[in-house]
């Protein structure tokens, strides 16, 4: 017999899975992560390089929240925002002025969504994930810095179960 404490609970979890599901499906390709599920959705090899990113990333911790990702993207900043003919290519210029970066950080809004921060699209969490896109999965295109923040052969090994 159900109880009115399971039926209420039961639609608070249907409620909570809806809004979590409505919020991972964030751009007009529908390409996505969900963090509470791990299931990704993506389109083409770079939006699933992405997505796979995120993934990785949650996978081990969430390095994209971590002190030292964040202090090895500052100081990559301070290197390069004051000497700014010294941009190597766009993943460069990418770093210096990704929305989000720099600014002071408030508290996550949505406890479902890592990245959903300071109301909109930006931040440590997506830039993590928009390197290794704009790197085409090429860690030597990826700022040496960097590169130990990133495991390519688990990304690719992500991204052969994405069919890549």
């Known amino acids: 017999m159900i109880t009115i404490k399971k039926a209420i609970l039961f639609f608070v979890f249907i409620s909570i899975s809806a809004f979590t599901f409505s919020i991972c499906r964030v ?4 390409n996505y992560y969900s ?9 083409t090899k770079e939006t699933c390089l992405h997505e796979a990113s995120h993934k990785y990333d949650a996978n081990n911790g969430m390095i994209s929240k971590s002190s030292e990702w964040k202090q090895a993207i500052e100081d990559y900043r301070n290197t390069q925002y004051f000497v700014p003919d010294r941009f190597q290519d766009v993943i460069g210029y990418q770093i210096v002025f990704f929305p989000g970066i720099g600014s002071p950080r408030l508290p996550d809004k949505n ?5 959903f921060w300071q109301g909109g699209w930006g931040g440590y969490t997506e830039l993590y994930a928009s390197i290794v896109e704009d790197a085409a999965g090429d860690i030597n295109k990826i700022p040496v810095s960097l ?12 991204m052969k ?4």
């Open 111 to 115: 406890i479902f969504y890592n990245s």
């Open 27 to 30: 751009n007009k390709d529908n």
């Open 147 to 158: 590169q130990k923040f990133y495991d390519m052969n688990e990304i690719n090994k992500i």
């Open 161 to 164: 179960g994405l069919g890549y």
């Open 35 to 43: 963090y509470l599920t791990g299931y990704i959705h993506c389109q």
